[in-house]
């Protein structure tokens, strides 16, 4: 194995795909900071409470699953866990959340992000969307279990 | 001034972000160019075709997914070393963004009160099924 060419072409391969993504993110996260200053979230979630409650989940949970479906699941996870000590919400509709949000989230940053490497950003968005709803909304329809509430089954958390 | 701070704060999750890239991009693609180079990238692609062709991606795609769940970064450093089509692009990249970093985001769902393990599980059924779907949907190759 010729070590002088992994080497050479790592550091062309990593360079110029770091280089691509900065030019990307750098604009897109000072963007995103600013929506967050404005308060754009808040308001899209008031709009969003009805959508929120069609699928079975309560109108406060619009907010947090905007935050994730824009900004990601591991910072959204904090908004979610203050969400889930205001509101109360079963483990059934906390489930139905996470399948909408596990498999759709951050979707500009990384739609973006994937769109710079060559991929067609609007097909790969899109079928995250819908295939979130669909999955979401079967899970709704099909869990009929446990309706017991999270303030029941475990207190701890809300201590 | 709100919009002085809010630059700043920007920059700032930029620089962790550029960071991040740093961090997982050079050793996956260090890794997958030593594969190349050894010829075990062949191997490992002749082994995972057959599977990965039912959702219109060679060999290779495999490794992109499994790089994706180290970090998406980790997956297109993978995109980056790998010989792919604009519409195996796409597949690929729909593939791990429905499903990518699954030890950390079970953890975090489950943290958060939520059945992870079902979670995930889902995520691979409807990762599988889509990229199947858009396989027959775009055309080309």
Redesign the interface.
């Known amino acids: 194995?010729?070590w002088a060419?992994?080497f050479m072409?790592?550091f062309e391969?990593?360079f110029?795909?770091?280089f691509k993504?900065?030019v990307i993110?750098?604009p897109l996260?000072?963007?995103?900071?600013?929506l967050k200053?404005i308060g754009w979230m808040e308001k899209l979630s008031v709009k969003l409470r009805k959508v929120s409650e069609l699928i079975g989940l309560p109108g406060e949970a619009a907010f947090g699953m905007i935050v994730v479906y824009f900004i990601g699941?591991?910072f959204g996870?904090g908004v979610?866990?203050r969400m889930?000590k205001e509101v109360g919400m079963t483990?059934k509709q906390?489930?139905t959340?996470?399948?909408f949000i596990?498999?759709?989230h951050a979707v500009v940053e990384?739609?973006i992000?994937?769109t710079a490497?060559?991929?067609?950003g609007v097909?790969?968005m899109v079928?995250?969307v819908?295939?979130?709803f669909?999955?979401g909304l079967l899970?709704a329809w099909f869990a009929k279990h446990d309706e017991t509430s999270?303030r029941k089954s475990?207190g701890i958390?809300l201590e | 001034m709100v919009i002085k701070q809010t630059i700043i704060r920007g920059i700032n999750n930029a620089l962790k972000v550029i960071l991040d890239l740093i961090k997982y991009i050079i050793p996956a693609v260090f890794v997958l160019k030593v594969l190349e180079h050894s010829g075990w990238l062949v191997r490992i692609a002749d082994l995972f075709g057959p599977f990965m062709s039912y959702i219109g991606l060679p060999g290779e795609g495999a490794l992109i997914i499994v790089m994706g769940q180290v970090t998406l970064y980790s997956a297109i450093a993978a995109m980056a070393v790998v010989d792919i089509t604009v519409k195996q692009l796409t597949i690929v990249s729909t593939f791990v963004t429905i499903f990518h970093s699954f030890i950390l985001e079970t953890a975090v769902i489950n943290k958060a009160g939520g059945n992870g393990f079902m979670i995930i599980g889902i995520r691979v059924i409807a990762a599988v099924l889509v990229c199947f779907i858009l396989n027959i949907l775009i055309p080309g190759v």
């Open positions: 194995m010729n060419e992994v072409e790592t391969i990593s110029s795909t770091i993504m900065t993110v750098v996260l000072i963007g995103i900071e600013y200053e699941l591991v996870s979610i866990i889930k483990r906390l489930n959340m996470f399948i596990g498999i759709c990384e739609t992000v994937f490497v060559g991929a067609n097909i790969v079928s995250r819908l295939a979130s669909l999955f899970y999270i475990s958390e």
